[in-house]
């Protein structure tokens, strides 16, 4: 059930290839390993979903970057409003907590790395939390898995 959820200040849309980072953040989920060396999130059940939000107030709405005259040549409004990313990560329960560290690190350094060029364009704040929580319904219906089980379909 690992499901990664981004959402995104709107105006990133017109800076960012959204389904890049999906497509980065998807094939990272597959590397993260637990300390026996066995993968953390299951092939089938990773997914990632991306969200821009039309609408959006950050912080003070760029005032505080614009006093500083930072980033005024970014075409996108690098000064304007700040640009938000919020990326939230459910697990299912039963992981250490080193193993989630791992993950949450491994996804923050994919995002850090994909919005690196945007970061020297204007200003932008990422958040990544991992959510593991106790759930009160969890019902899965898919004929994915079975595509990448080991022996005959």
Not at 11 to 33: F, G, I
Not at 110 to 133: E, N
């Amino acid at each position: 059930m690992p499901h990664l959820v981004i959402i995104y200040t709107g105006q990133l849309e017109a800076e960012v290839n959204m389904t890049t980072l999906c497509r980065q953040l998807a094939d990272a989920m597959l590397t993260v390993k637990d300390e026996d060396g066995k993968q953390v999130f299951p092939t089938g059940g990773t997914r990632v979903l991306a969200y821009p939000a039309p609408h959006y107030a950050v912080a003070d709405g760029g005032a505080a970057g614009r006093a500083a005259g930072l980033h005024d040549q970014n075409p996108h409004g690098g000064s304007g409003d700040y640009a938000f990313v919020y990326l939230n990560v459910r697990m299912g329960r039963g992981r250490t907590e080193a193993t989630q560290q791992s993950a949450g690190q491994t996804l923050l350094e994919v995002a850090k790395a994909f919005f690196a060029p945007v970061m020297a364009q204007r200003h932008i704040g990422i958040t990544l939390q991992i959510d593991v929580g106790p759930e009160v319904f969890d019902a899965k219906h898919s004929n994915l898995h079975p595509l990448f089980q080991k022996g005959p379909v």
